[in-house]
């Protein structure tokens, strides 16, 4: 997951190191911190700044060109390119229209949020202005920590209280730096629980998972943030607080406009403050790992478990065997739970409900129809918590074992089930052996996630890869972002799996919510900031 | 509900009858039916048109002066006022940018949909211009009946097909113009439900459930149609086909534009084509009628049935005495479902499981404890289909009694489920024996229907009851309108659920997708066509 809001930007690295920084960026949005102008357009005022500007340009353009690696989807003269987890990689030019940082900001910051919260030690900056996975770097000289929505907006860690819990109805409120492990606790003292959950529940926040519309391991049962984020406060990049905190489940009065900013990815308005449905946290979990000797019968699997699981079903993972060796190999602590024989594909299937008896019953039934048409081959149902998250760590792990396996291409892709797993075949077809290719996933949901792992960054695999992966998945129909979004590295893809007329649509919105584009620039949308 | 798309006028009975009717309505939307200009009012070119825009606007003053009652909320010096069943009442006056109907724009829309499609036929045209309730009456002199979205929209009555279903993943995908009830036909024979279900699902068309964003009887099981919808097509008044019929349950690319025309009320976009969700069909339904002596043991039972019957519970309704007093009273083969001793509150609750004999089981203990602590004082389970029906119809039938029993002023509202009844204990204090104050609707989702019958329409009774119960409302954090939308009567009680800024921003919304104003008109938003 990512935060709310990161700044995300290396084009100062290429070029002449400009006089100047100007700086007018989520920092600059708020309550009482507009632009001087009304139009951030009337901030290039001076020679200097527009020479700078056009010798930055000039200069990126050719940066552009070296790192060129072609792809059909461009739409513009810049690109964004991003090889997994590599440092190496992309640059992108400052938008003309940002403002310079000057020492009379700061005073004025200081004046708006206080002394404390303005922060430019170094290291603190440094930290900032990294991403959690260190691809992308940034040169945000200020760092601003407000304390209440009408102070401005970018770290919200420190807006971290829970406002309201009502018991009858399950309505959470709280502020949107909330940690999202934080609250599933506060809940479970209630009886509640969250209906989302991700790996990253340690750290992540709240206004973070709904301005990315984070999916997770309990999507297959709740539902989508669409569904259960009931309101939202939200600040306007011209400053105005959206007070749209309902806290009532059903209100059909206007537009929900609160769906915008709902996978926004903060580039429409910055989620201050969150409500949200809860349900209660029900006090029975069982955990079943069981094996399938093709991928026609983990999709038989699947109507099956809806069927006989039926209101119980709350996770239904996939992973080939693959991925499965892959978690082997490359984590500690890690064993098969089916060491008898190697299957090519396994399932992870969790069932949550309010009665133990009943619960175990259905999954014996399921898991009995499951064997006896021959779907299941083998398989195992944990007897434990322990055994649980010894399943669970395995699923879960997959990511960080690529990571440590060596160079890895992340694909999150969204496609119909039936064709959902014939990618993956197809590209290891491609591939040969010069990679290893896995495909593991939320199945329930349609979501693959497609890692491509090889002992080094090469532009030629890359090029194997892309824009095949794209142009496949936009064929089937799929998407090619299911919950991760598309950031900073897929607004050149968003032609793959929306139309023209919606992505103009797109483009209409950010431009009547956010004119001068100061709100996570360069994000989401193509060439929006050319 | 209502239909996606209703004209609802009556502006032109009062005032001097114009020579020529300018219509660009509704059926003026829709690829290569633009106005001529692309500006609406490029269309007021002649002299005669500018006079009669002026005298209407005039006379039409007069007309509201004569039936302004007064309200706090008015914005603007046009008001829509309704009473209930009744036919008295609200003039409008029509929108000056829209044109005048020719006899060239008829072989216009001859050529575009076929003659057979172009009706002009008295009866029909009559028919067509009411609405369902009787309540408005509008003044269209053609409707257009179009059968591919590449046509005009008005009527989608004949766009009807379903156009694929996924056994898989539960994913439908259709046509707007298909019955409710026969798109919940069809999913059962392949073992799937709709995910919402409602009185008139005999005859609405699942385009005006997305438009007016349906909740109705599943909504506390599966949720808001927010969460189900997966994709729509939409055709935007400029003509634009929006193609936004994904079928996958993830996918974060981009702004979730479809959001906005889920209860949209079809003044943003008309829905023509529907992806949605749907849930495995499940064979076990068990229903039970309880009374309680007070409402906060309602709300004790709420937690409780949420606690206790947890996955399976799918319907919390709940009624007054008052509530059920008009059902037996007014509806024919009615019976006390408790008879032996009148109670203050009675609750429907239904449960919806995959095994008959769990669901039975978390029923009786949920029962025991309901009635060993207190809460419940009084109840009975259905041993059969036709004794849940009989439960259901009393619930169901509460509206068609109070329209049996005289006039009704109706108000749809959601209130926090602690404060709700509350509402109807002050109004009946308020009212005295001068009317029948009724209470009831889906406890679960914090949804009231409140109803004050009287023995006839009465400016002086509403003028007690209004803006009371929308202030009322507003100081309670409730929704005026909760699931039937805001439509032709309420635009002007937006303000007392919707902060400013939020109609600010829905004002804009508008602006920028029917800069025109030709998508149902006079809709949702108060002054817009001013």
């Not at 996975?133 to 770290?155: C, D, E, H, M, Y």
Request: glycine residues 10%; charged residues 25%.
């Amino acid at each position: 997951m990512r935060p709310a809001i990161k700044l995300v930007r290396k084009w100062w690295s290429y070029g002449p190191k400009p006089q100047k920084l100007r700086i007018w960026d989520p920092q600059a949005v708020g309550s009482g911190l507009l632009p001087r102008s009304s139009h951030a357009r009337g901030l290039h005022q001076t020679g200097d700044h527009l020479q700078h500007s056009n010798l930055t340009y000039k200069h990126s353009n050719q940066v552009f060109k070296d790192i060129d690696i072609g792809n059909t989807s461009r739409r513009s003269g810049f690109q964004m390119r991003n090889f997994g987890s590599s440092t190496m990689g992309s640059t992108i030019l400052r938008d003309e229209r940002f403002a310079i940082l000057e020492e009379c900001d700061i005073h004025y910051f200081q004046k708006v949020v206080g002394e404390r919260a303005v922060i430019n030690d170094k290291d603190e900056l440094e930290a900032a202005n990294v991403d959690w996975l260190g691809k992308f770097k940034g040169a945000s000289q200020v760092l601003l920590r407000p304390r209440t929505t009408k102070q401005v907006i970018v770290n919200l860690g420190a807006m971290n209280k829970i406002l309201s819990f009502d018991e009858v109805s399950g309505v959470l409120v709280c502020e949107a730096g909330c940690i999202l492990e934080n609250l599933d606790k506060y809940l479970a003292e209630h009886g509640f629980t969250m209906p989302l959950d991700l790996g990253a529940k340690g750290s992540c926040q709240i206004g973070g998972n709904v301005s990315t519309n984070a999916g997770g391991l309990r999507f297959l049962r709740y539902g989508s943030l669409h569904g259960n984020v009931l309101g939202l406060e939200v600040v306007l990049p011209d400053g105005t607080i959206v007070d749209m905190l309902g806290t009532l489940r059903k209100d059909n009065t206007g537009y929900d406009l609160k769906q915008l900013f709902i996978g926004g990815e903060g580039t429409l308005g910055v989620v201050t403050k969150v409500s949200l449905l809860t349900p209660a946290k029900l006090s029975s979990v069982n955990v079943a790992f069981l094996a399938c000797q093709d991928y026609l019968s983990c999709q038989e699997v699947l109507v099956l478990a809806k069927k006989k699981l039926g209101e119980v079903l709350s996770a239904f993972e996939f992973l080939d065997r693959s991925s499965l060796d892959m978690a082997l190999d490359h984590l500690e602590g890690m064993r098969d739970p089916l060491p008898s024989a190697k299957q090519k594909f396994y399932l992870l299937i969790e069932t949550t409900g309010s009665n133990e008896n009943h619960d175990k019953e259905k999954l014996d039934v399921f898991l009995e129809d499951a064997v006896r048409t021959g779907h299941v081959v083998d398989g195992v149902v944990a007897q434990d918590n322990s055994q649980s998250s010894a399943f669970w760590r395995i699923r879960e792990g997959i990511a960080e074992a690529l990571n440590k396996a060596g160079a890895v291409y992340k694909y999150d892709l969204s496609i119909p089930v039936k064709d959902l797993y014939q990618l993956v075949e197809e590209m290891r077809a491609k591939l040969g052996d010069s990679a290893i290719v896995i495909g593991y996933g939320h199945l329930g949901d349609g979501n693959l996630h497609l890692n491509i792992s090889a002992p080094k960054y090469d532009e030629k695999l890359l090029l194997q890869i892309e824009p095949f992966v794209y142009e496949w998945t936009s064929q089937h129909k799929g998407s090619v972002s299911a919950e991760h979004g598309l950031g900073f590295m897929k607004p050149h893809a968003i032609h793959y799996s929306k139309t023209p007329e919606t992505v103009q649509l797109m483009v209409k919105m950010k431009n009547l919510l956010d004119p001068n584009g100061i709100l996570n620039p360069y994000k989401v949308l193509p060439s929006i900031h050319i």
